[in-house]
């Protein structure tokens, strides 16, 4: 059972890590720590993915900002309490990490499966240049109970597709984790930077309720 949930989550990215490691938490005396991975996209762009790692896996100590990574893992979700709201945090949890020489240009990069269900109305709307966008919100189980919540954004025909689906509904993703800069206004005077990040979607797929 728990190998199933496990594959109904998988993720690939190779990058660059940007940034020294920062402790998350710790589980039964294993720690575990945060650090960022550059991603290149198919553009002259990237995205900045955090990587969760146990200690266990990489000398946390160490630097190893400039370097290359291949990450096999999952991506989870968990909810944050600030400023008397949740916020949905999300990073990409390591199975696997080694290292890499460098990048090909056919180097399969981020790549993201998920099987899960859809557990909010999906939002469709279109740009002011007409491009079609549809908002899905995947609840991805995990053993013992738990669930990932998982942003995807849909474009063009599949936009249209997925405006469609219902709550409850088993919906299967292929696609790429991407990162988006926004403001958020705190109060009259503040404004903060932050990121946020979701899924890309290339193909998916919907199969009704279970």
Known sequence: ????????????IMGEI????TYSHEIFGEGFYMVDVRVQRL????????V??????????????GMFISVNGQFRSYNRHEEHRNRLVLSVFAREVEFVEGLEESSKTNQIYLDGFVCKEPIYRKTPLGREIADLLLAVNRPYG??????CICWGRNARYANHFRVGERCVIWGRIQSREYMKKLDEETVERRIAFEVSVSKLEVFGEE
Not at 1 to 9: A, D, G, P, S
Not at 146 to 151: A, M
């Open 1 to 12: 059972m728990t190998e199933k949930v496990i594959e109904n989550n998988q993720v690939t």
């Open 18 to 21: 940007i940034s020294d490691f």
């Open 43 to 50: 553009s002259e762009s990237y995205d900045i993915i955090p």
């Open 52 to 65: 969760m790692i146990s200690e266990r896996l990489m000398d946390v100590d160490a630097d190893y900002r």
């Open 146 to 151: 738990k669930s990932d919540y998982i942003p």
